[in-house]
């Protein structure tokens, strides 16, 4: 038998990545992997590629930012499946520039997304995990929930900002049998990712090689990039656990970056 059989598992920003890979991963493990993405078309790309291996998934297209976007999509997995046993806050976006050039406009919309996005779908799905007694909530956050970086203020504020939230939840979900965890990880080779390297080579005045090698990797104790894979492990770790023993937690997976 396996961990996730029968579990309905939410993963937002799901269509790729670190969420797609999450999404698959609860699927080989038995669980039916509800793809929410803003990108309805990808959703249902990766929904049909998890069906191919995987118990039945679902495709929903979520704003993670958009109150009605985010009930609407909670109640039509309700409305599928039943059942809402994990919730995987994953969608994010990354803006870089200082913070004296940062306009407010794209503060708010990175905080939208990472904040508000995780307290909306938190939310949402909470009612029908307390409902039943039981569920598992993990936020991604990043190393950067812990440690500061130039360029990153809106994501590193927003990132801290899910260990309060997560260690919140963990306190009123308890009675529930609901957990809250937050997994760290450290730079993973995303378009995300892929993105910031011309951006930071531009804005720092060096080259990407040396954004990788000096910025991005520095820190590590083998110079590597964090893998999709890793992280889904480590997520899907917080999620399978089976009692409040572990909950209100945060975990780095960085090779190395920042040790606790």
């Known amino acids: 038998m396996s961990r996730f059989d029968g579990k309905v598992g939410i993963i937002t920003g799901a269509a790729s990545g670190i969420g797609l890979a999450i999404a698959e991963q609860f699927a080989r493990e038995g669980g039916h992997a509800v793809v929410a993405d803003l990108n309805l078309d990808a959703a249902r790309e990766a929904a049909d590629r998890i069906a191919s291996f995987g118990p039945q998934p679902m495709a929903v297209a979520m704003d993670v930012g958009d109150e009605r976007q985010v009930e609407d999509g909670i109640s039509a997995v309700m409305e599928n499946f039943g059942r809402i046993d994990v919730l995987v806050s994953n969608a994010g976006i990354q803006i870089v520039k200082l913070m004296v050039e940062f306009p407010f406009s794209e503060w708010k919309k990175l905080l939208a997304i990472h904040l508000d996005g995780a307290f909306l779908t938190t939310r949402a799905c909470l009612k029908h995990m307390y409902a039943q007694k039981s569920g598992a909530v993990v936020f991604v956050g990043s190393v950067h929930s812990k440690e500061a970086s130039k360029l990153k203020a ?83 770790y917080f999620a399978g656990f089976s009692s409040n023993a572990l909950t209100g937690q945060s975990m780095v997976v960085s090779h190395g970056w920042f040790m606790q």
Not at 176 to 192: E, I, K, M, Q, S
């Open 154 to 236: 809106p994501y590193v504020t927003a990132k801290h900002g899910l260990i309060g939230l997560c260690k919140v939840l963990a306190k009123e979900g308890a009675e529930y049998n609901v957990r809250a965890n937050v997994v760290c990880p450290g730079f993973v080779r995303t378009p995300l990712v892929d993105k910031q390297i011309p951006e930071q080579a531009k804005e720092l005045g060096i080259s990407e090689d040396e954004v990788v090698r000096n910025v991005m990797l520095k820190e590590t104790v083998d110079g590597e990039f964090t893998t999709v894979e890793d992280v889904a492990e480590a997520v899907l």
